[in-house]
């Protein structure tokens, strides 16, 4: 089974305006994070945002915010008042365990491309 | 700046060759990770390391080796038993305790 799905491949939003970009995910361990990174044209992973499964309140960081639903396993990625900039590749991840020195790597869903329209 | 360089930014592969991809960091980091991305896909773990001259393998090792002989260097090698390693290549390093991880730009390696 998929332990990260991202099931919109692709998504147009109109500058100025908010969009949702979904994320599911599946884990039986109580202790995870959820990540959000930003991939432009250019190649490179930027992180935008980060939500640990026991943070009382849901994170934000600037126009990003996350929406984390915890008995749905969902952790939609919120951009506010959209803009051309943010017309990327957008890949939710998720690390299982607690963090430790020995913690492993982070499981990738398979992106959303959103375009932002003039 | 701190950061992290890899090079080439695109790499040609003949039949039955080894190539090396390069990837330094100078934010002190003491974990260090290649990941493969194919068009249309997310990242798919090939290597990691956690400390010099110790690292494990990832989802998919096969026809990869690396080494971690000093701390800012983790160089991936792509040997000719990898068949289909046409992908973008991504190095990443970790930061702390929240594993937010730093990314490279990446290379972009092609069979001829």
């Known amino acids: 089974a998929q332990k990260i799905t991202q099931t919109q491949p692709g998504m147009f939003v109109q500058e100025k305006e908010a969009v949702t970009l979904d994320c599911t995910y599946d884990?039986?361990?109580?202790?995870?994070?959820l990540f959000w990174y930003k991939q432009p044209s250019s190649g490179e992973m930027i992180f935008l945002i980060y939500?640990?499964?026991?943070?009382?309140q849901n994170a934000t960081e600037g126009r990003y915010s996350l929406n984390f639903q915890k008995a749905r396993k969902s952790a939609n990625l919120v951009i506010s008042a959209s803009q051309l900039g943010d017309s990327a590749m957008y890949f939710c991840?998720?690390?299982?365990?607690?963090?430790?020195?020995?913690?492993?790597?982070?499981?990738f869903g398979s992106g959303t491309q959103l375009t932002v329209l003039p | 700046d701190g950061g992290i360089t890899q090079s080439p930014k695109y790499l040609f592969r003949k039949e039955g060759q080894n190539v090396t991809l390069s990837c330094e960091q100078n934010?002190?980091?003491?974990?260090m990770y290649w990941y493969r991305q194919d068009p249309g896909q997310g990242l798919r773990l090939i290597y990691y390391s956690q400390i010099v001259n110790d690292f494990q393998k990832g989802d998919i090792a096969e026809g990869y080796s690396v080494s971690r002989e000093k701390k800012e260097s983790f160089p991936l090698t792509v040997t000719s038993a990898q068949k289909n390693p046409t992908a973008f290549y991504l190095c990443a390093s970790r930061q702390g305790v929240n594993e937010k991880l730093f990314f490279g730009s990446g290379t972009q390696l092609s069979v001829l």
């Open positions: 884990t039986s361990d109580p202790s995870y994070g």
């Open positions: 991840a998720m690390r299982e365990g607690p963090y430790s020195g020995s913690a492993r790597q982070l499981t």
């Open positions: 939500q640990g499964s026991y943070d009382q």
């Open positions: 934010l002190n980091h003491d974990a």
